[in-house]
Nanobody, 124 residues
Framework: QVQVVESGGGLVQAGDSLRLSCTAS???????MAWFRQAPGKEREFVAA????????FYADSVAGRFTISRDNTKNTVCLQMNSLKPEDTAVYYC??????????????????WGQGTQVTVSS
């Protein structure tokens, strides 16, 4: 069983930066991880994913060039550095992990473990 816990959300102004962290606990952490987000009234959408080694990353077009996903396997932690935030980035951000390792996916159905979410609000 894998438990996922996010932290680092908050209220910021447009143009500001914010860093989210995700800690995964369990017997194994050797798998790809991802961040998703869900805005009010909208479906959950993919944000970014990172391979177990950290050598491969994948971003949604809406955040590419502004967000950076990284991981520290010695601490079982995955981070999402968010720069140049926009009001449309406002959402609950979720960290997710699959049950087994594999290629990077943007499909939420490929992820089996989810955190409780952390709210990010960007004011204009």
């Amino acid at each position: 069983q894998v438990q996922v816990v996010e932290s680092g959300g908050g209220l910021v102004q447009a143009g500001d930066s914010l860093r989210l962290s995700c800690t995964a606990s369990g017997r194994t952490f050797n798998r790809y991880m991802a961040w998703f987000r869900q805005a009010p009234g909208k479906e959950r959408e993919f944000v970014a994913a990172i391979s177990w080694s950290g050598s491969s990353t994948f971003y949604a077009d809406s955040v590419a060039g502004r967000f950076t996903i990284s991981r520290d396997n010695t601490k079982n932690t995955v981070c999402l550095q968010m720069n140049s935030l926009k009001p449309e980035d406002t959402a609950v951000y979720y960290c997710a992990a699959p049950s087994i390792d594999g290629p990077l996916y943007r499909d939420s159905k490929k992820y089996d473990y989810w955190g409780q979410g952390t709210q990010v609000t960007v004011s204009s």
